[in-house]
């Protein structure tokens, strides 16, 4: 090749480069800190903690946890199965279904892709049957008018989606449909904010569909919807360089890193939210193991659609237990917390003392043990989720939601929220 032509072609792979969302590598010291924050996790395999993301997050980064990490698939196939076919005998699965949603099932399946598994047999199609069904259902709640809300969320909606699609199973025509609206008309918008995690979920799912084609005539609606979703992601940039918050900032990234160039734009967001997520990783704000779980993708220059054809030979560091600290204990101090609940008659406000270091679950508890609060919480995949308090249940599309006083909503739960000395904290029940 002439000299000139070769530096042209240079330029111009270059210059679409800087157009592309690249991630570049953070310090491996810093992931293996953060693979190794789920080691213990897979040690929890009774059904309540089983968390298929965790093992899809490990299959999609730069790590591995060995037969730690066998026994853990061994352990979800067991569950899912067993639940599958208790059902088949029966023919009534109800059990299965508060046992495991929709979203739950289309993890498990997403972690069958990731040891490079198609869902087969008599099984892995009633898998699929139910998720279909799931979607069917869904689609019923949200109406022929678009007018109403499917039961769980559009986050779950499109994971589904996505969990068939890579699975190479079709969709019906109408449940695509159904995204496509709401992400045209913004139907998922919550309390007026943009949830970019619903977004960047929609955007994967349909760029798994459009890479798919199943059906020629949906196309261009689906590259218009992945259009005007990297648009808003993109407009929902921070200063500091987070898409949203900090916590969608993974699930943006994975969605903009399958987007083809589409400007330089792009490429310096990209550059910019990698910063402030390995600013966050290194102020130890990556704990919770769902929020690690969508991370490592990203870390490995990875994301849930890669999927669809998986490289299960790629490969990975072994992970090692973290040594634990041995420095001496410090004196233990005592802080005051203010816990305030106006949503019931008649409000409460009491200060509570904790040790420092106290999540917002062990202020709770504590209040719980003095007397005059009572809470309960129902787990989920991103730890306890806060369901009643004062004996006040919540109700249908409304939720506990958890702030710093006077007005600003936490980004963690309870369980992972560790509250200031002299901290308000208030619970109140809102709608979404
Ligand atoms: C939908 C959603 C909600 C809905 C849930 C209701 C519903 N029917 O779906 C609403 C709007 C009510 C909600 C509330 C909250 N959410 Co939310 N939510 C999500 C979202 C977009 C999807 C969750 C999901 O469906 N997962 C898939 C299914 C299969 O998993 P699952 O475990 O069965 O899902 C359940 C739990 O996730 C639970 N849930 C939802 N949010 C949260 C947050 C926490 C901390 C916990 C423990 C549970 C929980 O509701 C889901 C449905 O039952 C995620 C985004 C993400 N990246 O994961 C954020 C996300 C998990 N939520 C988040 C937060 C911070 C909250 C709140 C704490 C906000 C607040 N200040 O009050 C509250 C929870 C307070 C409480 N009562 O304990 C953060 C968590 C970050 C972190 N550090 O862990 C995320 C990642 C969003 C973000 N980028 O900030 N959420």
Redesign the pocket.
């Known amino acids: 090749m002439e000299p000139l032509k070769a530096l042209l072609l240079l330029s111009g792979v270059l210059g679409a480069l800087a157009e592309l969302c690249v991630v570049p590598p953070i310090h491996s010291q810093l992931v293996e800190k953060l693979g190794q924050h789920l080691l213990p996790w897979m040690d929890r395999i009774s059904s309540e903690q089983l968390n298929p993301?965790i093992y899809v997050g490990l299959r999609l980064s730069s790590l591995q946890a060995g037969t730690k990490e066998d026994l853990y698939l061994h352990s979800l196939k067991l569950n899912y199965q067993q639940c599958l076919l208790g059902s088949a005998s029966s023919n009534d699965n109800s059990d299965c279904q508060t046992k495991f949603?929709?979203?739950?099932l289309?993890?498990y399946l997403l972690a069958l892709r990731a040891n490079c598994e198609f869902v087969q047999s008599r099984k892995g199609d009633r898998l699929v049957s139910q998720l279909k069904w799931f979607l069917e259902d869904e689609k019923k709640a949200i109406g022929h008018n678009h007018e109403g809300h499917p039961h769980?969320?559009y986050?779950?909606y499109s994971?589904s989606i996505l969990a068939l699609c890579v699975h190479q199973k079709r969709v019906h025509d109408s449940v695509v449909g159904k995204l496509l609206y709401a992400i045209e008309h913004d139907h998922h918008v919550?309390q007026g904010h943009l949830?970019?995690?619903?977004e960047a979920?929609a955007g994967l799912a349909f760029t798994c569909l459009e890479r798919f084609v199943f059906n020629p005539d949906l196309r261009p609606r689906i590259t218009m919807a992945i259009d005007k979703v990297r648009e808003k992601i993109l407009k929902a940039q921070t200063p500091e360089g987070n898409f949203?918050?900090?916590?969608?900032t993974?699930?943006a990234l994975q969605f903009l890193m399958t987007s083809p160039a589409s400007g330089v734009e792009l490429g310096t967001a990209c550059i910019k939210a990698r910063a402030s997520l390995q600013a966050s990783i290194q102020d130890g704000?990556f704990q919770?193991p769902?929020?690690i779980s969508?991370l490592l993708p990203v870390l490995n220059q990875k994301t849930y659609l890669d999927l669809d054809f998986p490289d299960c030979q790629a490969p990975r560091v072994m992970l090692v237990p973290a040594v634990e600290d041995s420095s001496p204990a410090h004196i233990p101090e005592v802080i005051s917390v203010t816990l305030k609940v106006s949503s019931v008659l008649p409000p409460y406000k009491q200060t509570i003392s904790v040790l420092a270091g106290s999540s917002l679950e062990d202020v709770l508890k504590m209040a719980q043990n003095i007397g005059g609060f009572t809470y309960r919480?129902?787990p989920?995949?991103?730890?306890?989720?806060?369901?009643s308090v004062l004996r006040k249940e919540?109700g249908d599309?409304e939720?506990?939601?958890?702030?710093r006083d006077p007005d600003t909503?936490?980004?963690?739960?309870?369980?992972?929220y560790k509250p200031q000395n002299g901290e308000t904290i208030e619970l109140r029940l809102v709608s979404?």
Do not use: C, E, K
């Not at 949603?101 to 739950?104: D, E, I, L, V």
């Not at 949203?244 to 969608?248: E, F, K, V």
């Open positions: 993301s949603s929709a979203g739950h289309a993890l769980s969320s986050y779950q994971l919550r949830s970019v995690d619903t979920m949203g918050n900090i916590y969608s993974p699930l704000a919770n769902l929020m969508q919480t129902q989920s995949l991103s730890g306890p989720y806060l369901t919540v599309r939720f506990w939601q958890l702030l909503p936490l980004l963690q739960g309870i369980a992972d979404w």
